[in-house]
């Protein structure tokens, strides 16, 4: 089942047009890589599904209700959950009241998000702004999962991070496809985004120019659309 569609979608930021015709789409139980140079239109796109830019003109629906004219939370509500670039958590509250300030419905929990990451767990009361970065990325993923996503979607998954750090939050990623769970992920290191990702995307200028597996983005067309 399609969980996520985009189709032609175009988005301004008032007069400036950012992106000129994206499509996507999320198949349930997929991990979906959205790849591109900088200011290519990942984080517009993002920002579109959510309602955080409003689309000007194209369609986004989710689990096949049309999003693009629904308000912020409503589309949140939906089942989608976002990890934001920047990873936003509530820094003077503790990891487990972020935790608790954030679920919704049952199926996740203050102890599966332990079991996920351990190292929140064991820094359960410690205040979100003194969590290093990698930690304050797990709060920002297992926070978006307190809310029980059909997706999860995640902006910049590693950006800045210990190498170490970045195997915890891939393994994370790994562990949650093998129990299903749909993801659309960005993130600018191939080499570790390519192997988890099921159908990867690719943006240029605004616009899709690539769709399709890992296989088939070859090291020719990587270079082309996403080399230095
Ligand atoms: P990066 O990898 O650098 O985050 P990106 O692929 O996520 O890049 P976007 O951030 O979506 O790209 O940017 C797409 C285009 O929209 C760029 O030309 C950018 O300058 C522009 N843009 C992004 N945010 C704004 C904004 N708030 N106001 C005006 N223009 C913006």
Partial sequence: ??????????????????????????????????????????????????????????????????????????????????????????SNLTVLENLLAAARGNEWTVQKVGELFPRLNERRDQFANTLSGGEQQMLAIGRALMTNPSLLVLDEATEGLAPVIRQDIWAAIRKLKAAGQSILVVDKTLAELLPVADRCFVLEKGTTVFAGTPEQLTPALQDRYLGV
């Avoid at 007069?15 to 239109?41: C, I, K, P, Y």
């Avoid at 796109?45 to 955080?52: A, E, Q, V």
């Avoid at 369609?59 to 934001?84: C, D, E, M, N, W």
Wanted: one cysteine or more; charged letters at 20%; aromatic letters at 6%.
């Fill in 1 to 90: 089942m399609t969980l996520l569609s985009i189709k032609g979608l175009e988005t301004f930021y008032g007069a400036s047009q950012a992106l000129f015709g994206v499509d996507l789409d999320v198949e349930e139980g997929e991990v979906v890589a959205l790849m591109g140079r900088n200011g290519m239109g990942k984080t517009t796109t993002i920002n579109s599904i959510f309602g955080l830019v409003r689309a000007r003109s194209g369609a986004i629906s989710f689990a096949s209700k049309q999003v693009t004219s629904l308000r912020p939370h409503k589309i949140a509500r939906l089942g989608l959950g976002l990890v934001p670039e920047g990873r936003r958590c509530f």
